[in-house]
């Protein structure tokens, strides 16, 4: 057998594989510890063999071959189709041969190679078609999702946060703090009155009181020091205190309502950051035209 680009073209003898492979045999089925002393061994009994008996139990392969191509086995076949083994496997025609299996061994690869390129291709190309369109589909699910509940979220968005209404929600919820803060000072006022007169008439009955068990005074004239007494003095101490009651009220209230304007202002402001984040982000929809 040939071998093709090298230098030299060296022939295999007829017989040798058919020698080789008998050999690999018995190594397999011995598994003899040295394999060298094993080959020398065998290939000693085998020149017995032929020496004794003319023949080789190794090369009945070749006795098939020759049976097959003779007239034993096509029965009516012609001497000059007749080949030996030697014919067969000597000359250019083994070379040929050769050239061709080879060529045959080259074009079977290169088209194993190609079919495997192209299948990998043909993989490739279908994993990437098949996941566009699962893109496809989920994205016109979520944009079908979208037309459906968006717009009407948008348009209630819209309807609490644009200008006027933003201003007019403010208004109202400044009106209804003031009212509220108003009726709270109100009852509370109302509450420190009642306070203040019950103490006014606790300190009159207990002046009437002390006044009662005196005898240098008339009636008439208890009365009028008490009235003197008490317009003069409890009047007012009972100012001062009114005075104090209403700025720390007015002081607290205040600052109450610029607290409370503050956190309002803090949620609507909050609450119209959130709609703006959305509405930018948000993708537009076929629904709603952008700008709208």
């Known amino acids: 057998m040939s071998v093709q680009f090298a230098a030299n073209k060296l022939r295999v003898p007829a017989g040798f594989s058919t020698l080789l492979e008998s050999l690999a045999t018995e190594v397999l089925r011995q598994q003899p510890a040295d394999i060298v002393a094993f080959g ?26 020759e049976r097959i191509y003779g007239d034993s086995y096509f029965g009516t076949a012609s001497k000059k189709y007749r080949k030996t083994t030697e014919e067969i496997f000597s000359g250019n025609e083994y070379e040929v041969a050769a050239v061709k299996i080879q ?25 990437i078609q098949a996941q566009y369109r699962g893109h496809r589909v989920r994205k016109n699910r979520n944009k079908f999702n979208q037309n459906e509940s968006e717009p009407v979220k948008d348009l209630e968005e819209k309807q609490m946060f644009n ?3 933003y201003e007019v929600a403010a208004v109202k919820i ?13 009852t509370k006022d109302k509450a ?21 068990s005196e005898s240098l005074h008339s009636e008439s004239d208890v009365k ?25 009220r007015s002081v607290k209230a205040e600052k109450e309502e610029i607290r409370k304007q503050d956190l309002a202002a803090v949620k609507i402001q909050r609450s119209y950051r959130g709609y703006r984040s959305r509405k930018v982000t948000a993708p537009p929809s076929e629904d709603i035209k952008p700008g709208e």
């Not at 020091?225 to 009114?242: P, T, V, W």
């Open 174 to 186: 400044q009106t209804a703090y003031r009212g509220h803060a108003g009726r709270t000072k109100a």
């Open 163 to 165: 200008d006027k209404e």
């Open 224 to 248: 009028e020091k008490s009235n003197e007494e008490f317009g003069e003095d409890e009047i007012r101490a009972a100012g001062i205190i009114q005075q104090k009651y209403r700025k720390h």
């Open 103 to 127: 060529t045959a061994y080259r074009g079977h690869t290169g088209r194993t190679q190609a079919r495997a390129v192209k299948n990998k291709k043909n993989k490739a190309a279908t994993k």
């Open 40 to 65: 020398s061994h065998y290939f000693n009994q085998l020149l017995t063999e032929r020496q004794s008996t003319g023949k080789l139990s190794t090369f009945k392969s070749t006795d098939i071959e």
């Open 192 to 212: 420190a009155t009642k306070i203040q007169a019950r103490y006014r008439g606790y300190h009159v009955r207990k002046y009437y009181k002390k006044k009662s």
